[in-house]
């Protein structure tokens, strides 16, 4: 995931995983084989109580430079689109977005801080709402853009990422998306929680069957 020299923009949204991954990555360039650069990176969607001071102040303790795109993503889903499922467009824009702001800052690679239950829930709903077998992957190189998009918390389940955040007292900044715990993406969430009852180790089940390329194309 991370070559000698890269220069890596860390999406910082203010939840926890990307709090968990700013400071995990900031950690690892201490004893990393290898050298390479962060840029701490916040998008505002244009929600007027969207508070960034608290993640200024985590940049600055870390000593990660840290800068903020401001845009209007949450008021054109919400005010202009109405969309009635707003998660797709919002993502892809602030997808959009986000490299743009990565390659102005001239870094050819974004971390994300996407975790293995994110892995899980995305295949459910490209499953129950799309009919197909598909999640994202560890690393992803988009061409259009010649960036690579790296998710360095892909392995870790969310349960062990909510204590790293609890232990380490992060600045956990509430989203102030008005979907927020409302969304087809919650829904998978709570399925998830709901399976690990009746089966502790599916996390651990899924992520070897994500893992396993016999089981890409079922049917061919």
Same mark, same amino acid.
């Given at each position: 995931?991370?070559?000698?020299?890269?220069?890596?923009?860390?999406?910082?949204?203010?939840?926890?995983?990307?709090?968990?991954?700013?400071?995990?990555?900031?950690?690892?360039?201490?004893?990393?084989?290898?050298?390479?650069?962060?840029?701490?990176?916040?998008?505002? !969607?244009?929600?007027?109580?969207?508070?960034?001071?608290?993640?200024? *102040?985590?940049?600055?303790? $870390?000593? +990660?430079?840290? &800068?903020?795109?401001?845009?209007?993503?949450?008021?054109?889903?919400?005010?202009?689109?109405?969309?009635?499922?707003?998660?797709?467009?919002?993502?892809?824009?602030?997808?959009?977005?986000?490299?743009?702001?990565?390659?102005?800052?001239?870094?050819?690679?974004?971390?994300?801080?996407?975790?293995?239950?994110?892995?899980?829930?995305?295949?459910?709903?490209?499953?129950?709402?799309?009919?197909?077998?598909?999640?994202?992957?560890?690393?992803?190189?988009?061409?259009?853009?010649?960036?690579?998009?790296?998710?360095? !918390?892909?392995?870790?389940?969310?349960?062990?990422?909510?204590?790293? *955040?609890?232990?380490?007292? $992060?600045? +956990?900044?509430? &989203?102030?998306?008005?979907?927020?715990?409302?969304?087809?993406?919650?829904?998978?969430?709570?399925?998830?929680?709901?399976?690990?009852?009746?089966?502790?180790?599916?996390?651990?089940?899924?992520?070897?069957?994500?893992?396993?390329?016999?089981?890409?194309?079922?049917?061919?």
């Amino acid at each position: 995931m991370i070559q000698e020299g890269d220069r890596i923009a860390v999406g910082v949204s203010g939840g926890k995983d990307s709090l968990t991954l700013l400071k995990a990555l900031k950690l690892y360039q201490y004893f990393s084989p290898v050298s390479f650069h962060i840029e701490a990176i916040t998008l505002t !969607l244009g929600f007027d109580d969207f508070d960034v001071s608290p993640i200024e *102040a985590f940049c600055k303790e $870390l000593g +990660v430079p840290y &800068s903020v795109k401001h845009t209007l993503i949450g008021k054109i889903v919400f005010e202009v689109r109405k969309e009635k499922n707003p998660c797709s467009l919002c993502a892809r824009m602030r997808r959009g977005a986000i490299h743009d702001a990565a390659l102005e800052l001239g870094c050819k690679k974004v971390a994300l801080g996407h975790n293995l239950d994110d892995a899980i829930e995305t295949f459910f709903l490209s499953l129950f709402y799309e009919g197909r077998f598909n999640t994202f992957s560890p690393v992803t190189y988009l061409s259009r853009k010649e960036i690579t998009v790296i998710r360095p !918390l892909i392995y870790v389940p969310e349960p062990d990422i909510i204590g790293v *955040a609890r232990r380490h007292n $992060l600045p +956990v900044v509430q &989203s102030p998306c008005p979907a927020a715990g409302h969304t087809q993406r919650e829904e998978m969430k709570k399925l998830v929680r709901s399976l690990a009852k009746t089966f502790p180790d599916i996390r651990t089940r899924f992520f070897t069957a994500l893992k396993n390329k016999h089981n890409r194309n079922l049917w061919d």
